[in-house]
């Protein structure tokens, strides 16, 4: 991802601190980079701002066991299933049910 992309959202941010897009959009960039921590950031952010419908739960928990943090991971499965069941979304909290239960979980 280009550097203007980057760029360009963080120019958003600073104009608009809750655009939701631009956070998630930031967030991504930042995974997309490799940059596993700031992308946890950005994430966590967006999902305070608005009510996901599971994608970013998803990204937020796969992100957090890349860092190790499984419990955490665990809880935004879990979270995620909640959403994508709240939206309309079985198919999303099935792949969740399934990362939980490949990690002996229980969803």
């Given amino acids: 991802?280009?550097?203007?992309?980057?760029?360009?959202?963080?120019?958003?941010?600073?104009?608009?601190?809750?655009?939701?897009?631009?956070?998630?959009?930031?967030?991504?960039?930042?995974?997309?980079?490799?940059?596993?921590?700031?992308?946890v950031v950005h994430l966590r952010r967006y999902l305070e701002v608005t009510d996901d419908e599971g994608n970013a739960w998803g990204r937020l928990a796969e992100a957090l066991e890349e860092l190790g943090h499984t419990d955490e991971a665990l809880e935004a499965w879990r979270t995620g299933i909640a959403a994508s069941e709240r939206h309309g979304h079985p198919t999303m909290a099935e792949e969740f049910r399934e990362e939980l239960r490949e990690r002996g979980e229980e969803p």
């Fill in 1 to 39: 991802m280009s550097d203007t992309r980057l760029n360009a959202l963080r120019n958003l941010l600073e104009k608009r601190p809750d655009d939701p897009r631009a956070l998630f959009g930031l967030a991504l960039e930042h995974l997309n980079r490799g940059e596993t921590e700031s992308g």
